[in-house]
């Protein structure tokens, strides 16, 4: 494989740390660029270097780029709660957005050879299931719009200035490293805490929902690895687990793996896709690699992490932007 110097942003949070390692194991000199706001500086890895800051940074990002001459980016930083995301519109669009554009500007001033992008399989929206890369897109909520805003700009980009480009739509990744006091998002690390804490495991609705959850040394290796297949670029590829469980199914085995009899809280239903799962054919024949974790294995691999880094207290997102329908649970203990 050929190694190169590396800018990863958002390396300080879950899957850009995992990533960032397989990067330094392959042989690239990594830069990781995040501004620790879902993060954590423990997560970076010792080998890479590490720079504090944002995506909407301009003049940072500028001399970045001019200092180091990365050869790939690998754009992983984003806020990635989809619920919430309907709330915070603004926040929203700058961070997914402009910070992914002011990325691309500079990517193509300084001749990056490919730029590889996570979005998520939030693009689809209410689709025909399994959800397949040829499907139009059909985004329910503002993060699914945000992230296929970025894919169209990279569609672009790649024909006017000749930036290649990997898209890849991972979905519910879990694993050693998730940030467990997040609670508006990653609902196993939210279960994993709650239980922690011997506090009910809430649930919205009435937990028939679907998803498949997929562990992160399933995905991380598989984005590390792309640049060097050629024949990837300019493609775009779902990436995850294949089997899907309810939300009630997924409680049920965080529970065993944790140890807990939790009480079980049925909120409200809030708005968001009930059934999303995706199919894999083509990163199979792209990225072939050993069979994929089970939930049980992956999940008891995130329970022994977990007991380990213990609990953490949730924080609550100050700067919602609309309030109505804002489910409850998150109204009540949101500052006034």
Known sequence: MESGKVLVTGGAGFIGAH?????????????????????????????????????????LLQALFRTHRFDYVFHLAAYAAEGLSHFIKRFNYENNVIGSINLINESVNCEVK????????????????????????????????????????????????????????????????????????????????????????????????????????????????????????????????????????????????????????HLAPRNEVLHAYAEHSKIEKSFPLNRGTSLEAGIQRMARWARVAGSRKSKNFDLIEIRKNLPQSWLDDSPK
Request: aromatic letters at 10%; a negative charge; glycine letters at 8%.
């Open 19 to 59: 990533v960032s390692q397989q990067l330094l194991k392959a042989g690239h000199e990594v830069v990781v660029l995040d501004d620790l706001s879902g993060g954590f500086r423990d997560n970076v890895p010792e080998q890479a270097m590490f720079v504090e800051g944002s995506i909407l940074d301009v003049q």
């Open 114 to 265: 490919c730029f590889v992008f996570t979005s998520s399989i939030a693009v689809y929206g209410t689709n025909q299931l399994p959800m397949q890369e040829d499907l139009v897109p059909n985004p329910e909520d503002s993060y699914g719009i945000a992230k296929l805003t970025v894919e169209k700009e990279l569609e672009i980009t790649k024909r006017m200035f000749g930036l290649n480009y990997i898209i890849f739509r991972p979905h519910n990744v879990y694993g050693e490293k998730q940030n467990l006091g997040d609670r508006y998002r990653n609902v196993i690390g939210i279960f994993m805490n709650q239980m922690m804490q011997h506090k009910p495991v809430t649930i919205f609705g009435d937990g028939d929902q679907t998803r498949a959850f997929s562990y992160i040394g399933d995905v991380a290796p598989r984005i590390a690895a792309s640049v060097a297949n050629k024949s990837c670029y300019n493609e775009i590829f779902n990436i995850g687990a294949d089997q899907f469980y309810s939300i009630n199914q997924l409680v049920d085995v965080v529970a065993k793996a944790m140890g807990e009899t939790p009480t079980k809280v």
